[in-house]
Every structure is written in C-alpha cells, then in structure tokens.
C-alpha cells in the first residue's frame, strides 16, 4: 500500500508542478522510486544488444545443419510447438504452403516469414521460452536449418552460416513490402 500512496503522492505533485510552467523543476521529481525491477548487468546487455537485418548484416560467426537442429528441436522446441513445428499447444512452425490468400490462412516459417535471418534472430533472442539467450550462436544456426528443412526451403545437409543464410530464398519474400515514411 505505501508504493501506491507514495506513488499517489509524487503523481500530485508532479501534476501540480506541471500546472505551474512547461519546465519542471528538479524538485519535483520523485527522489524515491518505486523500487521496481533490478539492474541489468553490461554482460546481459552485451548478450541481447544486437541487430540483424534481412540481408545477413550482424549475424554472428558459427553454423549448423538441420540433422543437428533436429536433436535440439526435440530437447527444446517440441513440447511448445509439436512433432517436426506441426499440432503443438504454441504456434504452428512448420506447413501452411499456400494458404495465405485463403480464408484460413496458417502463417508459419515457412508460408509467412519472408527472411531466413529473420528465423535466426528471432530464435536467437526469444527462444527456448523459459530461456530465451541461452542458445549458442552454432545452436541458432542448426535450429533455423531445422526449421527450415521441415519447411522445405533447405535441404537436410545444408549448413547455414553467416554467408549462406542471408541467401536463403524464403517462399513468402515477395509478400511484403518496405514501408517509406512521408512527412
């Protein structure tokens, strides 16, 4: 209850403050926060700070096959998404060629996504669920073949690494389009 109130408190004040000019004083500013949240470390920044763009700019070093994504898959992908991305309790990976412009469009990997190192980063950032990061870059790599192979946009033994990934042809590349901004 006191978070609330103190929060309630510096609210007044700050609205209060606000009544009074278009610049807010220091003094107006809460010196006491909510005490929410803790620190992130400069190890745990580094470790999510990245970008990757669609034609491969930051990807990082390393590789991997479907054949090695598949004993991953199962370890850490299946129990959320089902046998091979197919009738998982999580979204649906794998299938759905064809159906984008039908009534029931299943959008997946490999019907919707339109850049390989999109899977990648994706992958690299958000998953496994429980612990999203703790894949190595190599792990990255042989889960996007994997779920690539089973969407039949690579072959099993293709290896993707930083120079080939960025060459993959996805099925639904063309479906969209770069957005300008007009002011």
């Known amino acids: 209850m006191f978070m609330f109130s103190a929060l309630r408190e510096n609210v007044r004040v700050l609205t209060a403050c606000l009544g009074l000019g278009l610049l807010v004083p220091a003094a107006c500013i809460a010196a006491e926060s909510p005490q929410l949240g803790q620190s992130v470390s400069a190890a745990e920044i580094a470790a999510i700070d990245f970008t990757i763009m669609p034609d491969g700019t930051g990807l990082p070093a390393g590789s991997g096959t479907a054949k090695q994504g598949a004993a991953l898959y199962q370890q850490h992908c299946q129990a959320c998404h089902g046998d091979k991305g197919v009738d998982g309790i ?14 029931q469009p299943i959008k997946t990997v490999g019907s919707y996504w339109p850049y390989a190192t999109t899977v990648f980063d994706f992958i690299r950032r958000a998953m496994p669920y429980a612990t999203p990061g703790s894949l190595s870059d190599d792990e990255v790599y ?7 192979y089973v969407n039949d946009v690579v072959a099993e033994q293709a290896v993707l690494d930083a120079a080939s990934l960025p060459k993959v042809e996805m099925p639904n590349r063309d479906g969209f389009v770069w957005a300008t901004v007009v002011e």
């Open 142 to 148: 042989a889960l996007t073949a994997y779920l690539l």
């Open 90 to 103: 999580n979204d649906r990976l794998a299938g759905g060629h064809g159906t984008l412009s039908s009534e």
